[in-house]
């Protein structure tokens, strides 16, 4: 009778098996791993609709071991954002990013493990959002300016806003999970945030003007800031890992089930 093949923790085959996982329950979007710990690009893992990221400042590609300082966890890597060097991850305008036809919303879910080491200003985790020159804005997913956890969907052509916004503020230098799952009823939006599994928010909005639904436009995807390469706002100052986007509200119980897989990953 064949012998069972353990797997060691942390092995190639270990990893790509639980972010196979991963993939099953966001079942299509983007999902980022960091598996990169050098060069110019990061790669999307598995999962339709996924681009390219790039290390970059306010003015140029920069590589990932001079900027972001990779670390590699249980398969994983996690980068270093250091917004006073205005250090992020640059996307594309890609029409799977945007979640609004200017007429009505779609369920959207994103999220990553972040470990902040300053929530005393608002910090972007993934947004496409942008205020530099024409203001093109859809959503920004971040934290406020006491910690907390927010999410805001823009209607440009409205000049007008639904926000989100937790209860707890993330706890400095410690790793959290972090999720934002929008059910797409612009309407009444419900805009769940969760903090490592746990619901953070009962999911209403506040409105700001007239909100009738996001647009898809230029703007390209930033991890880690919001704004355009030239001139980021918001960036992170801290660690991120595993950032994703899911083109569905996730359940409670599918945020949940990232959480478990993803924390074996991250080796917590």
């Known amino acids: 009778m064949p ?3 353990k797997v060691a923790r942390g092995s190639i085959f270990d990893t790509l098996l639980f972010l196979d996982q991963i993939a099953t329950v966001l079942a299509g979007g983007a999902l ?6 050098h060069g110019k690009f990061v790669h999307p893992y598995n999962l339709s609709g996924g681009a390219l990221l790039q290390p970059a400042d306010e003015a140029a590609i920069l590589a990932l071991e001079a900027e972001h300082s990779p670390v590699r966890h249980n398969g994983v890597q996690s ?10 991850l640059r996307g594309t305008d890609i029409a799977g990013y945007s979640f609004g036809n200017a007429t009505v919303d779609s369920p959207f879910s994103v999220g990553a493990w972040v470990m902040p080491f300053d929530i005393t200003a608002a910090h972007s985790i993934l947004a ?16 406020n300016s006491s910690g907390i956890l927010q999410v ?49 928010n009962a999911g209403a909005t506040t409105e700001t003007g007239s909100y009738v639904a996001m ?16 001139g980021p706002a918001q960036e992170w100052e801290g660690r991120l890992a595993l950032p994703f986007i899911c083109t569905k509200a996730l359940t409670a119980a599918e945020v949940a089930n990232l959480y478990r897989l993803s924390r074996v990953l991250m080796a917590l």
């Open 3 to 5: 012998q069972r093949v």
């Open 32 to 37: 980022w791993p960091f598996l990169e710990s």
């Open 79 to 88: 980068y270093y954002f250091d917004s006073a060097n205005n250090n992020h």
């Open 128 to 143: 496409k959002y942008r205020t530099s020159a024409v203001s093109a804005r859809e959503w920004d997913f971040r934290i």
């Open 152 to 200: 805001e969907f823009y209607d440009e052509s409205a000049t007008a806003s639904e926000i989100g916004t937790g209860t707890a503020a993330l706890t400095p230098w410690r790793w959290q999970f972090v999720c934002m799952s929008y059910d797409g009823g612009e309407t009444s939006p419900v805009a769940v945030l969760y903090i490592n599994g746990a619901a953070d």
């Open 215 to 230: 647009e898809n436009t230029a703007t390209p995807l930033l991890v880690g800031a919001r704004d355009l390469t030239a």
